[in-house]
Structure formats: structure tokens, C-alpha cells
Nanobody, 121 residues
Framework: VQLQASGGGLVQAGGSLRLSCAAS????????MAWFRQAPGKEREFVAG????????YYADSVKGRITISRDNAKNMVYLQMNSLKSEDTAVYYC???????????????WGQGTQVTVSS
């Protein structure tokens, strides 16, 4: 599967953005999908993802209550709705697909190219 992330941009603190991840060459319903992010000088970190069953979602503590992952199987898309953005959310955001899943980036096999999110304070 190939992934392409989009929707990043510059937003003021407290604002919202919705990131999109378009999949091709495979269907998102057959993979465990997740979003990660990487800030300058930091390691890539888990943001949000679906469980193995695909029925549930889970989040990093730092974004819980502000960020929601969703998907549209018919459109073969995964989304990340981000609200109440903070300066510490500034990072490049990546969508990922795997057959194992979890919070470790090593468990994912396919990655989008990343989309930059910058939150100004």
C-alpha cells in the first residue's frame, strides 16, 4: 500500500486542522492504520491509531481529548482531526499502515511522505 498525507499547514494555538491520508495499492480496512509525528530533533512518536480489530482507537496521552483518528473505508482514507492545537503539536505528521500495529513505529510497514503542522503561539 502507498500512502499520501496532506492537510498540514500553519495554524494559531487553539485552532484546528484535519489531516488526510490517501491510500492506494491496498485498502485501509485490511491494515492497522495509525498517525505518528516527528518534531525537529526528536524521535518519531505515536499519535493515534486503530486497534487490531479496527473497532477501537487509542491515543498518546499528550493528545487525548484533542485529536481524533477516523477512516472512511469506502474512500480508502484515514483522517486525523486535531483541535485545540498547541505549540508542542508542531511536527511533521505521518500516516502509517501495518499488519502488527501498536505504538512503536517499527511495527508499521508503509509510510506516507509526511505533512508539516506548525502551531504558532
Amino acid at each position: 500500500v502507498q500512502l499520501q498525507a496532506s492537510g498540514g499547514g500553519l495554524v494559531q494555538a487553539g485552532g484546528s486542522l484535519r489531516l488526510s491520508c490517501a491510500a492506494s495499492g491496498g485498502t485501509v480496512s485490511r491494515y492497522i492504520m495509525a498517525w505518528f509525528r516527528q518534531a525537529p530533533g526528536k524521535e518519531r512518536e505515536f499519535v493515534a491509531g486503530f486497534t487490531w480489530s479496527g473497532d477501537s482507537t487509542y491515543y498518546a496521552d499528550s493528545v487525548k481529548g484533542r485529536i481524533t483518528i477516523s477512516r472512511d473505508n469506502a474512500k480508502n482514507m484515514v483522517y486525523l482531526q486535531m483541535n485545540s492545537l498547541k505549540s508542542e503539536d508542531t511536527a511533521v505528521y505521518y500516516c502509517a499502515a501495518g499488519i502488527v500495529g501498536g505504538r512503536s513505529s517499527e511495527r508499521y510497514d508503509a509510510w506516507g511522505q509526511g505533512t508539516q503542522v506548525t502551531v504558532s503561539s
